[in-house]
């Protein structure tokens, strides 16, 4: 059961370190969204997974609620980076 | 039951609510709704003055299921302080973004409308983080500031301006990502998420060791700690002025009272001395570079926004002392004099960034070596700048100085004099930075003209620069006497 | 020289990093974890008034949470219309694509009132609803309806503001009844959180419409819901 849920965490954690590293590495702001998303599901898939409490036992419903409100608020973010984005790219255009 | 802590987080959301149905009225609906949650703001000030810690389990679950709002002292001086500079901020906004006479729509106008909703959502965001007593809430807060915050700071529309406001919005989103992971971990381990709950239970080792690294390195970086502030002089200094006195008064300060309080509450019992000191050494290093940066800076809103850097430095110097020192009321003092110095900068930089709109919009740069005549053109505005400028410096009677004084005396009573240099040293480059702008202002032969020429404009960047000059360093008493309630004592 | 930095020096401390991670994970899952609040939390769904969880947890208990969370959705949408004019829309699709789409949209708003009542008692609720609403908008706007479905400047406010006002309103109503901000009288409960989440789900489905189609609302209503 731990290895389970370490597994799970594991793999969050390595979503969320490849994500850190491609936002350190690559100077393009574009990128550095992306990177940011690919965190934030590393975190997000940390959560979902710490819920879990055995085979029989119903997940812990609180880090799941966490993971809802914690989605809405990174979809906010990633679509007002997306528009200062596009801004600056029309910008270059003119 | 009125609960007066949710009224101050309601009191601007409702505001926000409230323009964005109805743009036309904007400056009108939104100047009413700064001056609600102002009073809604002070009452909670207020409040806990006379009758002590106020808390709310919202719900009516009660902890750990629900989450709570909490005022103590700390968040009371803190909400004070930022109600007063936000209610000024938006008087000074109503005149910034003037209408035009002739009724016609205008550049200034479409910004308008779009300044008061955010500007609005960003002051409940702040009154939400001050009062929140919940790990993850406090998550939720600090991405509603960091999102309102980026999306002002963009409202001059220039590329320097949203292109510094795309990287704030990604450090910023960085910053709470890491926070929340540190909260993950807290979860994992502790399974409460309130931070009163957390005290009681939180043991010294790996597991809370790595989680305050976690939370305070993704804090730091909100805060503009050095080397993590790369990200605050573009941002602050293209902004328009009333958004640029918020970012740096405001803004970063919620970042610092954040780790003061996650430092206070949470982890500093259980924290090595080393801990503290590496914030010391990074504060340091903010001071000296922040100022040697302001020093060198071309433009009046650039040297502010490094002198934020510098003076977030001295805050971060604080977290040494207070772990070095003796829990009674050396250790008091002390923290009393980092919330002292952290409210008298909120004053003085807001005063500042005013100030320096109004010269700049008058002007039409902010060029410091053009800068000639200044003070004759705007005598107000200018000796808005002289004031702020003493606070910034520490001079007498500024809570700067008083502020410093502690710090300094503590630090040669513990021995630990290599703090004494650094703040010697920053003080002297803060004379520097702030008599370089005053000479360049008063190098024009007199003209008589009036003292204040926008009322509306000037006096609320006035009032801000008296309060940090005068009446901080003059009646500090008071904020002893309030954080008494849950902070220190 | 940076190449020997970012790509030796830094994925070796990121390594270190994922350890400690990892490390501090597995001790906080395997030590002494005191009372998690999921046994209680599960214990009190039933007076919630909702039979799901997550939902208990998201709409009453931690409530306040959501109305926060809808506040950062209306800024990142003032945000976006602060940014200046929306970018050229999509051609308009050929005959097949626009037939597609005229079974498909109402189809998602149904699945999305669905969902909105799932949530009650099983996984759904608000956001996925909202989420299936704002498809419904993407989908319009890629096959070259301009407005994405959206309606007027006006009513597009409204529908924008419309999570955190019901939202407020109720909270504001139960504290001035003497209950306390969002606390719930016992057998109002799943009303007061069906007539939030209705709230909620259309102000999230404008908002993430909105935000696809980017830039000002237009000023004059041109083209109404399909």
Known sequence: ?94 | MIDSLVLAILAPLLGAVAVTLLPSQAPRLGLAAAVLAAAAGLSVTAGVWTNGVLRSELGGWGVPLAIALQADGLSAALLGMSSLVALSVSLYAVGYFKPSADGEPTADDATARHFWPLWLLLWSALNALFLAGDLFNLYVTLELLGLSAAALGALTGSREAVEANLRYLLVGLLGSLIYLLGVALIYTAYGVLDIGLLAEIVTPGPVAATAMALMLGGLMLKAALFPLHFWLPPAHANAPAPVSAALSALVVKAAFYLVLRLWLDLFGPITPLSAANLLGVLGAAAILWGSWRALRAERLKLLAAYSTVAQMGYLFIGFPLIAAAAPGPARDNLIAAVVLLALTHGFAKAGLFLAAGMVKKTAGHDRIDDLGGAAQALPAATFTIGLAGVALIGLPPSGTFVAKWIMLEQSLIMGHWWWVPVIMLGTLLAIGYVFRVLSRAFNREPTPYRFVSDARAEVPALLLGALAAGVLGLAAQPLWTLLLHGVIG | MTRFVSWVLLPLGLVAIAGVLVWAFYLATTGETGARLADLALARVPETGVSNPVTSVLLNYRAYDTLLELAVLLAALLGIWSLGPAAPGFQRAAEVLQGMVAWFVPLLILAAGHMLWVGAYAPGGAFQAGALLGAAGVMLALAGHPSAGLPSEPVLRLLAILGVLVFCLVGLALMVLGLGFLTYPPGMAKWLILLIETGATLAIGVTLAAAYRGGRPARASEGAAP
């Open chain 1, 1 to 94: 059961m731990i290895a389970t849920q370490l597994l799970y965490v594991g793999c969050g954690i390595l979503l969320l370190i490849l994500g850190l590293w491609s936002f350190l590495v690559h100077p393009p702001l574009l990128r550095k969204l992306i990177a940011i998303n690919v965190m934030g599901a590393g975190v997000f898939h940390i959560l979902v997974a710490i819920a879990y409490r055995g085979i029989d036992t119903p997940p812990d419903p609180v880090p799941h609620a966490l993971v809802l409100t914690g989605i809405v608020v990174a979809v906010s973010a990633t679509a007002l980076a997306l528009a200062f984005g596009q801004r600056l790219d029309r910008d270059d255009d003119r």
